[in-house]
T-cell receptor, first 112, second 115 residues
């Protein structure tokens, strides 16, 4: 069974600092997604990563994918308060029927 | 706005009851996915439909069932409700199965409270 683990689960950081969220998955997958969720709200798509070595950047967020290590990272540069949210990674299974399995989520709080 | 519509937004009911959650996917999307998000937990995949047919099942309880209708809207039926069923239920849609490079698009969720 595909497992998707994120760490850390909780992250409190100062504005202006850099940090990385890690997403590990347990079996082969052909694509990886990052989503953002504000409290009580829906999920918003941030990135879709399709191949080994893929890197995508949007503002202060940069996501990368290493399919050999089954690892994706979400790097936050010079954090600002508006980035406070829960971040989820999700992978699509490639065995059997397609399923989108989400990680445990990382709750990020950026302190002013 | 993702284009995925879920109703109702909130639902409060008693244990043992049955409820129906409704989802209308984005225009043109054929796949619908249901997820359960309990307090302080991640998203648990329940079930997926593609163009009216069930395509994948996750950790869906036998008390739960779903279907996708010819107009592509989907309903999730929850019966014999228990306190532990209280959660936020999300519907998401995508174009196809397997989908293209686009991500899942999520609705705003239905918050179910079982008392």
């Amino acid at each position: 069974e595909l497992k998707v683990e994120q760490n850390p689960l909780f992250l409190s950081m100062q504005e202006g600092k850099n940090y990385t969220i890690y997403c590990n998955y347990s079996t082969t997958s052909d694509r990886l997604y990052w989503y953002r969720q504000d409290p009580g709200k829906s999920l918003e798509s941030l990135f879709v990563l399709l191949s080994n070595g893929a890197v995508k950047q949007e503002g202060r967020l940069m996501a990368s994918l290493d399919t050999k290590a089954r690892l994706s990272t979400l790097h936050i540069t010079a954090a600002v308060h508006d980035l406070s949210a829960t971040y989820f990674c999700a992978v699509r299974t490639t065995s059997g029927t397609y399923k989108y399995i989400f990680g445990t989520g990382t709750r990020l709080k950026v302190l002013a | 706005d993702s284009g995925v519509t879920q109703t109702p937004k909130h639902l409060i009911t008693a244990t043992g009851q049955r409820v129906t959650l409704r989802c209308s996917p984005r225009s043109g999307d054929l796949s619908v996915y249901w997820y359960q998000q309990s307090l302080d937990q991640g998203l648990q995949f329940l079930i997926q439909y593609y163009n009216g047919e069930e395509r994948a099942k996750g950790n869906i309880l036998e008390r739960f069932s779903a279907q996708q209708f010819p107009d592509l809207h989907s309903e999730l039926n929850l019966s014999s409700l228990e306190l532990g069923d209280s959660a936020l239920y999300f519907c998401a849609s995508s174009v196809g199965s397997p989908g293209p490079n686009s991500p899942l698009h999520f609705g705003n969720g239905t918050r179910l409270t079982v008392t």
